[in-house]
Structures are given as structure tokens and as C-alpha cells.
């Protein structure tokens, strides 16, 4: 059966790597912007929302997050096989704790049901190159209409 559990433990490996990310995050911080500059200006056009940065901010980009706009005709399910079939891994938006098997479903939660159906997380690898990123934006752009004004 399911049960709910939570593991805090960080092994030896996980925290060695850590500290060693500490020693240059400064330079993974600024490749990952670099990274999701380019998602965003190359995106800007579309039917949807990335990350915010609010000003008082410094949004470190971990992942690039699109959310498409709730009026629009979008496949999540289909954005991601076409991805896939390009051989680019994407990954699935986070889905709301209550979709999972263990809790109660919470429908009535209809911004975070509706984020998780319309959003995912574009690749974001901090050493992607202009062409990799390039191929990435134009498979995005055939699933996602431009802003209708």
C-alpha cells in the first residue's frame, strides 16, 4: 500500500557534490540565466508565461518553466512526444500533491490542476548551445500559437 513519508537524509555523495557546486555558483547561476534569456527572448511572442523574476529577485533559472495561456488549443502530451521524438528530453510541470495516489484528489484546486495540464519545464542543461536551444524553440513554436491580441 502507499503511505506518506518523507526523507530528509543527504548522503555523502549528494552533499560532496553539493559543495562542489557552492565553489562556482556564481558561474552555473549566470549560465542558467543565459539559458533561460535565451528561452525567453526567443518565446516572448508566444501564448504564454516563463518564469517570473520579481525586482527585488535574482531568480536562479533551476528550470525553464512555460505555462501556456489557459485560452489557447495546447497538447501538453503532444509538445512532449514531439520533443521526444527530436530526442529532447523536457520535463512534466510539477502536478498538485492531491493527484497523487496516496492523498484525497482536491479538484476543486482548479489553478494548480489547470498550471500542471498547460505547462512544462523546457530543457535547461547550463552548457545547452545556441543550436541545441534553437531546436528546442522551434518545436515549441509549432505547438503554441502566437499572443492574440
Same mark, same amino acid.
Given at each position: 500500500?502507499?503511505?506518506?513519508?518523507?526523507?530528509?537524509?543527504?548522503?555523502?555523495?549528494?552533499?560532496?557534490?553539493?559543495?562542489?557546486?557552492?565553489? $562556482?555558483?556564481?558561474?552555473?547561476?549566470?549560465?542558467? $540565466?543565459?539559458?533561460?534569456?535565451?528561452?525567453?527572448?526567443?518565446?516572448?511572442?508566444?501564448?504564454?508565461?516563463?518564469?517570473?523574476?520579481?525586482?527585488?529577485?535574482?531568480?536562479?533559472?533551476?528550470?525553464?518553466?512555460?505555462?501556456?495561456?489557459?485560452?489557447?488549443?495546447?497538447?501538453?502530451?503532444?509538445?512532449?512526444?514531439?520533443?521526444?521524438?527530436?530526442?529532447?528530453?523536457?520535463?512534466?510541470?510539477?502536478?498538485?500533491?492531491?493527484?497523487?495516489?496516496?492523498?484525497?484528489?482536491?479538484?476543486?484546486?482548479?489553478?494548480?490542476?489547470?498550471?500542471?495540464?498547460?505547462?512544462?519545464?523546457?530543457?535547461?542543461?547550463?552548457?545547452?548551445?545556441?543550436?541545441?536551444?534553437?531546436?528546442?524553440?522551434?518545436?515549441?513554436?509549432?505547438?503554441?500559437?502566437?499572443?492574440?491580441?
Amino acid at each position: 500500500s502507499d503511505e506518506i513519508g518523507f526523507k530528509y537524509k543527504m548522503s555523502n555523495i549528494q552533499a560532496a557534490i553539493g559543495y562542489g557546486q557552492m565553489e $562556482r555558483i556564481e558561474d552555473l547561476i549566470a549560465e542558467k $540565466r543565459r539559458v533561460f534569456d535565451y528561452y525567453h527572448n526567443s518565446l516572448g511572442s508566444l501564448s504564454l508565461k516563463m518564469n517570473p523574476e520579481p525586482s527585488n529577485v535574482i531568480n536562479g533559472f533551476w528550470m525553464p518553466s512555460i505555462v501556456v495561456d489557459q485560452n489557447v488549443d495546447f497538447s501538453k502530451q503532444e509538445l512532449l512526444e514531439d520533443l521526444k521524438d527530436h530526442n529532447i528530453d523536457a520535463r512534466v510541470f510539477f502536478w498538485p500533491i492531491s493527484m497523487l495516489p496516496m492523498f484525497e484528489k482536491k479538484i476543486n484546486n482548479e489553478v494548480s490542476y489547470s498550471i500542471s495540464s498547460r505547462a512544462i519545464n523546457l530543457p535547461s542543461y547550463y552548457g545547452l548551445s545556441e543550436p541545441e536551444m534553437k531546436r528546442v524553440v522551434s518545436i515549441v513554436k509549432k505547438h503554441i500559437p502566437t499572443i492574440v491580441i
